[in-house]
């Protein structure tokens, strides 16, 4: 696996942006509106969008509020690029501050796709190593001009190749699934988000000693906000295996922790601080104009929003190692096959392997039983409705406690 710095941090908080769309419906759509001001502005066109977004004014020209999900199945793309902001380019080191540092291009290294089933509801992230090797589909560049198709390159290239439309129309190509939504997210969105939601408190088996993100955490729970969450969601060198993949997990760790605390630590349930929370992610994130509506916002959360922990799935897409350079992994065709063939028939799936290769996360002293989202329990699957996957793909659920397995010096 890759020994270079990835910025998969990213993808925790745009996968959190969701849960609280999810709440601001308890507000009304008039918050998440009044928020999306410049948030409209920065909209990108994709390629080959599948519809267009719904409009929903009234009569006065605000709008209406909604109170039904998007029907069927409903796929989102998060992506995470690296530009150096200059805001924060001291914080980020060399790669921002050296002879290599550029304030212009950026590449996609974090790239999750988040996938809503249809009825029943249920909720799977499904992340992308920044080093897979993959064919590139030709792109249409903002510009208008066109990107070359490739037989073999970086998935992490493909933002600077073509933007976020060409980020969507890859992984798509690559997985079969239309993609209809997009938006992405820079190292300053990430800071600004994870201070408004007031950190998040982690678990530590073994000590974390980073030097290369500055991190040192000693062993027990820990309550991490701004750089430090950064840090700590960048930490490859802290952890016991060192790896890519080890940091998924451990990254895994701090999404389950993160929905936690918004569901269970009341967050959700106040007014002023959703509303908060919802104008800060709006500023900070760039969406698909299919993203710009307040009420498709709206109803792709009212999707997500009661979906019970243990049916809130997170995964790493299946890989195997390149073997023409140990520093990039190639897709594991046929693993993938089986968690795509288990969405598109909206099938449970069932992680029949919880830990990350390398180790990145051990679970917890003391395992936590929280309720689902919805305050139910989840219903128990029909015969022939559960998939397991493939001991090569691993991953987790909001229901699992992890701690960090670190490299205990």
Do not use: W
Not at 25 to 49: F, I, K, M, T
Not at 195 to 207: E, L, Q, S
Not at 268 to 297: K, W
Request: charged share 10%; net charge neutral; hydrophobic share 40%.
């Amino acid at each position: 696996m890759s020994h270079h710095r990835t910025k998969s941090a990213l993808k925790i908080v745009l996968v959190s942006v969701v849960v609280v769309f999810a709440a601001a419906v308890g507000l009304g759509a008039l918050v998440v509106h009044d928020a999306a001001a410049s948030y409209q502005q920065r909209a990108v066109v994709l390629e080959q969008p599948t519809f267009a977004p719904q409009p929903m004014p009234s009569a006065s020209g605000s709008p209406t509020p909604v109170s039904t999900a998007l029907p069927g199945s409903i796929d989102v793309l998060l992506v995470g690029t690296d530009i150096c902001e200059a805001s924060y380019a001291k914080e980020l080191g060399g790669r921002c501050t050296g002879p290599g540092a550029s304030f212009t291009s950026a590449n996609n290294d974090v790239n999750v796709l988040l996938h809503i089933s249809d009825n029943p509801r249920r909720v799977t992230v499904i992340s992308f190593p920044r080093d897979l090797i993959i064919p590139t589909p030709s792109c249409r560049r903002p510009d208008g001009s066109t990107a070359p198709a490739t037989a073999a390159s970086m998935l992490n290239a493909t933002y600077s190749s073509g933007g976020l439309s060409c980020v969507a129309k890859t992984i798509s190509t690559l997985t079969g699934i239309d993609i209809p939504y997009a938006a992405s997210l820079t190292f300053g969105g990430v800071i600004a988000i994870t201070d408004a939601i007031g950190g998040v408190t982690v678990c530590v088996a073994n000590g974390i000693d980073d030097p290369y993100t500055h991190l040192h955490l000693s062993p027990g729970m820990h309550t991490v906000k701004g750089l430090t969450a950064l840090q700590f969601l960048r930490t490859r060198h802290g952890l016991l295996a060192g790896s890519d993949l080890a940091r998924i997990s451990n990254q895994q760790q701090y999404m389950t922790r993160l929905v936690h605390k918004l569901v269970d630590g009341g967050v959700l349930s106040n007014p002023v601080e959703l509303a908060r929370l919802a104008g800060v992610a709006l500023q900070n994130v760039t969406p698909s104009t299919s993203l710009t509506d307040p009420a498709t916002l709206v109803r792709i959360a009212l999707a997500a929003k009661s979906v019970p922990f243990d049916q809130f799935v997170m995964v790493q897409y299946p890989t195997v190692d390149d073997p023409q350079n140990h520093n990039r992994v190639l897709p594991n065709t046929d693993a993938a096959n089986v968690l795509m063939a288990a969405l598109a028939q909206n099938l449970q799936v069932k992680i029949s392997r919880t830990d990350s290769p390398g180790y990145g996360v051990v679970p917890a002293p003391v395992p936590s039983a929280s309720p689902s989202p919805s305050g139910g329990a989840s219903a128990t699957p029909s015969p022939g409705s559960v998939v397991e996957l493939p001991g090569s793909i691993a991953g987790t659920t909001a229901a699992d406690s992890t701690c960090s397995n670190g490299n205990g010096r």
